[in-house]
């Protein structure tokens, strides 16, 4: 697959900081956890973050906001 439109890649997010974030760790997980003859070898791994955000195979855990007090 080729790299999913940026469109459909912040309907997946909410914020394109947060995309950029979240493709950012899984982009450095895939380089440093898959071995020389895994099949990712093939397309960037910042490419295949977004490919697998784009396909909701990726999970994004978000903290919880912090209520202000007055």
Do not use: G, N, W
């Amino acid at each position: 697959m080729k790299q999913p439109s940026f469109d459909l890649l912040l309907e997946k997010v909410e914020s394109k900081y947060e995309l950029v974030v979240a493709a950012a760790k899984r982009a450095r997980y895939l380089t440093e956890h898959c071995s020389a003859d895994s099949e990712l070898q093939s397309e960037k791994p910042v490419t295949a973050a977004l490919v697998e955000i784009a396909r909701d195979e990726l999970f994004l855990e978000r903290p919880q906001r912090q209520k202000k007090l007055k």
